[in-house]
């Protein structure tokens, strides 16, 4: 059977539709292999947490799936393949008439979209690549005992056992560091910036073009990724460099690490951020669709903190403190400027 088969015989399982043959395939093909286990505990995840009871309407999938993509800056445009809502011929269930196959098929877009983003980016053969899905952490022990903590939405790859002579890992999205020293230096790459390391705390953040080194502890250099100098920018603790395209920040800029870190203790900390990342981040953190109703409060910026909170409150919360005032229509939300 191919993936995408046994993805349909997974949502047949939650179900309780399978038959006994084919939940005795599956729980074969389960102990395969750790990917194979991974992918089921995925979509069991996402049912136990789902909503059972039938939705007011039925989603419109190629639409979601078309606004995620867009929102994630996914190139492709053709819609996510979701098992089981386009084989009109299969008997085994009549999913047009199941509200719960449908809600259960659009959570698992999710799912299948972490997977076709991370593909996007992914490197050669003997590489390991981990990520961390839509609201969702991961703590990561490499070879060497750094460890690593991936933030919603944000991705890790390195050589397999990592380099006799150097540690080179990339990151896409966030990510916090604890290097283990051991000798070798270790390299952060992102998109657009270098971080060259030898033992040291710090915190990466790299999206749409642009990267942010904090320290905690320790001191890093950071580079353009491409630049033809090799001139770098030192940090120690508490400091932080930027780097937009192919400039760096001139200096380092003095920050309370601890403060900015806060998204290790669950909170989500802006500092002068426009709304524009504001939002970005309040949808990687609560999986729910955010509009502005006018393209111009984009480059509004926020500073402030939200601890662990509903998102109706923290918009609520944003727009108190933004003079501005918002809709609500399920998980979707709406901005408005206070006329």
Same mark, same amino acid.
């Given at each position: 059977?191919?993936?995408?088969?046994?993805?349909?015989?997974?949502?047949?399982?939650?179900?309780? %539709?399978?038959?006994?043959?084919?939940?005795?395939?599956?729980?074969?093909?389960?102990?395969?292999?750790?990917?194979?286990?991974?992918?089921?505990?995925d979509f069991?995840? $996402?049912?136990?947490?789902?909503?059972?009871?039938?939705?007011?309407?039925?989603?419109? $999938?190629?639409?979601?799936?078309?606004?995620?993509?867009?929102?994630?800056?996914?190139?492709?445009?053709?819609?996510?393949?979701?098992?089981?809502?386009?084989?009109?011929?299969?008997?085994?269930?009549?999913p047009?008439?199941?509200?719960?196959?449908l809600?259960?098929?659009?959570?698992?877009?999710?799912v299948?979209?972490?997977?076709?983003?991370?593909?996007?980016?992914?490197?050669?053969?003997?590489?390991? %690549?981990?990520?961390?899905?839509?609201?969702?952490?991961?703590?990561?022990?490499?070879?060497?005992?750094?460890?690593?903590?991936?933030?919603?939405?944000?991705?890790?790859?390195?050589?397999?056992?990592?380099?006799?002579?150097?540690?080179?890992?990339?990151?896409?999205?966030?990510?916090?560091?604890?290097?283990a020293?051991?000798?070798?230096?270790?390299?952060?790459?992102?998109?657009?910036?270098?971080?060259?390391?030898?033992?040291?705390?710090?915190?990466v953040?790299?999206?749409?073009?642009?990267?942010?080194?904090?320290?905690?502890?320790?001191?890093?250099?950071?580079?353009?990724?491409?630049?033809?100098?090799?001139?770098?920018?030192e940090?120690?603790?508490?400091?932080?460099?930027?780097?937009?395209?192919?400039?760096?920040?001139?200096?380092?800029?003095?920050?309370?690490?601890?403060?900015?870190?806060?998204?290790?203790e669950?909170k989500?900390?802006?500092?002068k951020?426009?709304?524009?990342?504001?939002?970005?981040?309040?949808?990687?953190?609560?999986?729910?669709?955010?509009?502005?109703?006018?393209?111009?409060?984009?480059? %509004?910026?926020?500073?402030?903190?939200?601890?662990?909170?509903?998102?109706?409150?923290? $918009?609520?919360?944003?727009?108190?403190?933004?003079?501005?005032?918002?809709?609500?229509?399920?998980?979707?939300?709406? $901005?408005?400027?206070?006329?």
């Amino acid at each position: 059977m191919s993936e995408e088969a046994y993805k349909t015989l997974i949502i047949k399982h939650l179900l309780g %539709e399978a038959t006994s043959a084919e939940n005795q395939e599956l729980e074969h093909w389960r102990t395969a292999s750790s990917e194979n286990e991974k992918l089921f505990t995925d979509f069991a995840r $996402i049912w136990r947490t789902s909503p059972k009871t039938e939705p007011a309407r039925l989603p419109a $999938i190629d639409t979601e799936w078309l606004e995620l993509a867009s929102e994630l800056h996914f190139e492709s445009q053709r819609p996510a393949r979701v098992v089981g809502l386009t084989d009109r011929k299969r008997t085994w269930v009549q999913p047009w008439r199941n509200a719960r196959y449908l809600a259960l098929a659009a959570s698992v877009l999710l799912v299948l979209f972490a997977s076709l983003f991370y593909n996007k980016f992914a490197p050669e053969d003997g590489r390991v %690549e981990l990520t961390a899905g839509v609201g969702a952490q991961e703590i990561v022990e490499l070879p060497d005992g750094s460890t690593v903590r991936l933030n919603s939405v944000s991705q890790l790859s390195y050589p397999a056992g990592l380099s006799d002579d150097e540690r080179v890992v990339v990151v896409r999205g966030e990510a916090f560091f604890e290097i283990a020293k051991d000798g070798r230096p270790f390299i952060v790459e992102t998109e657009n910036a270098r971080v060259r390391v030898l033992g040291t705390v710090f915190n990466v953040w790299a999206r749409n073009g642009e990267t942010r080194v904090i320290v905690q502890e320790g001191r890093v250099a950071v580079r353009p990724r491409e630049s033809e100098t090799p001139a770098s920018l030192e940090l120690t603790a508490n400091q932080m460099a930027v780097c937009s395209g192919e400039s760096l920040s001139g200096a380092p800029v003095s920050v309370d690490a601890a403060h900015r870190l806060g998204w290790l203790e669950g909170k989500i900390v802006f500092s002068k951020s426009p709304l524009s990342e504001v939002i970005a981040e309040l949808q990687r953190r609560y999986q729910v669709k955010i509009r502005l109703s006018a393209a111009y409060l984009e480059q %509004e910026t926020l500073t402030a903190t939200f601890n662990q909170k509903p998102i109706a409150e923290v $918009i609520e919360s944003l727009c108190l403190a933004m003079h501005l005032r918002f809709t609500e229509d399920g998980n979707s939300f709406t $901005i408005y400027a206070i006329d």
